[in-house]
């Protein structure tokens, strides 16, 4: 599922700034949607609960931009604006 991919990716680097910086864990993170990325913010958040179970990133709050633009460069992205962490 693509969505599932999108989310591992962004745990993926949310783990590795949390490890990076040598924090305990993400407090919080904030992506923004592509116009075109096919996925709407709440459908986002589910798959986004879901999948931090477990990880540094659980519990932490979700901030979720959503462009208007389909001719944006990056309209069919999800891109990690910034990440919160707790060291």
């Given at each position: 599922?693509h ?20 924090a ?6 904030t ?57």
């Amino acid at each position: 599922m693509h969505e599932t991919g999108l989310i591992h990716n962004l745990i993926h680097r949310l783990e590795a700034a949390a490890r990076d910086a040598g924090a305990e864990r993400v407090s919080g993170a904030t992506v923004w949607l592509g116009a075109l990325s096919q996925m709407s913010p709440e459908h986002f958040r589910e798959h986004f609960d879901a999948e931090v179970r477990g990880t540094v990133a659980e519990g932490a709050t979700l901030t979720i931009e959503v462009s208007d633009d389909p001719a944006a460069s990056d309209a069919l992205s999800v891109v990690l604006r910034s990440v919160e962490l707790e060291v």
